[in-house]
C-alpha cells in the first residue's frame, strides 16, 4: 500500500505543476491579446492619417469626405444604379463601347481630386 501512497504523491504534483503552467499560458494569452488589439488599434489609426497624407487633408477631413461619399454611394444605389453602372459613370467600364443618349458625366469624375476645409466638399 505504501507504493500506491507514493506513486500518487508524483502525479498529484506533476499535476499541480502542469496546472500552474496552463495558468500561466492563459495570462501570457490574454496579455498578448490585449497587446495584439492595442497594435491593431494603432495600425488602423496609423492607415487613416497615411490615407489622409495620400489625400494631402486632415484626417477629421478625410472622415467627413469618407461619410460623405459613402451617403452619395448608398443614395446612388438606392436610385438603381448599380455597382457597374456606378464604375461607368466614373470611368471605371468600358465607356466607348456604351455609348448613350444621356449627359456625359464621366468627363469630370476621372480628374485628380481636391479636398478643401469645407465640412461639405460638394458644396459651392
Given amino acids: 500500500m505504501k507504493g500506491c501512497d507514493f506513486s500518487m504523491g ?9 496546472i500552474e503552467k496552463i495558468k500561466g499560458l492563459e ?3 490574454a ?5 495584439k488589439k492595442t497594435l491593431e488599434d494603432k495600425l ?3 492607415s487613416r492619417l497615411a ?11 478625410l472622415d467627413e469626405i469618407i461619410t460623405l461619399e459613402h451617403s452619395l454611394l448608398q443614395k446612388l444605389r ?17 465607356t466607348d463601347t456604351e455609348k448613350s443618349d444621356t ?9 485628380q481630386m481636391s479636398f478643401t476645409d469645407k465640412a461639405n466638399p460638394y458644396e459651392d
Fill in 31 to 35: 496579455s498578448d491579446t490585449a497587446k
Fill in 10 to 18: 508524483i502525479y498529484t504534483e506533476k499535476r499541480d505543476q502542469l
Fill in 78 to 94: 438606392a436610385s438603381g444604379l448599380s455597382d457597374d453602372e456606378l464604375l461607368k459613370l466614373v470611368g471605371g467600364g468600358n
Fill in 51 to 61: 490615407m489622409a497624407e495620400e489625400y494631402n487633408c486632415k484626417p477629421r477631413e
Fill in 103 to 111: 449627359v456625359d458625366l464621366t468627363a469630370d469624375f476621372g480628374q
Fill in 44 to 46: 488602423k489609426e496609423v
Fill in 27 to 29: 495570462k501570457r494569452i
